[in-house]
């Protein structure tokens, strides 16, 4: 049985992104990337990452970002669903890159993570 196809998900501007791509190109596995700036990632695919990374939504926030501030996230309790849905109406506040293969993700922060899936 073929080994499960290896998904990332990331922003191709983002430093570790572009290392975890090196790497996989490096490793000569055959993989396939979604920048979800441009493809974002439906609500119930985050869902499913999150249950394959084992971590709540509040996790995947980036908290260095703008828009973490402008909408003071850090100050305001909110639901996994919500935080759910701020993920998915605003694609910057999620960690990047996270590395999907069949039913295993991480995020891949530090890029060399990455060796956890290959």
Do not use: N, W
């Not at 908290?63 to 910057?92: I, Q």
């Amino acid at each position: 049985m073929p080994s499960p196809r290896i998904t990332v998900y990331q922003k191709p501007t983002c430093t570790t992104c572009r290392r975890v791509h090196a790497a996989l190109t490096e490793a000569g596995v055959d993989f396939d990337t979604v920048d979800y700036f441009v493809d974002p990632i439906p609500r119930a695919t985050l869902q499913g990452l999150l249950r394959k990374l084992g971590v709540p939504p509040r996790d995947l926030l980036r908290t260095t970002e703008p828009v973490y501030r402008t909408l003071g996230l850090a100050r305001r309790s909110l639901s996994e669903s919500e935080v759910l849905d701020l993920l998915v109406e605003h694609p910057e506040l999620l960690q990047r890159p996270i590395v999907e293969k069949g039913s295993r993700a991480i995020l891949a922060r530090p890029a060399e993570r990455i060796a956890e899936l290959l």
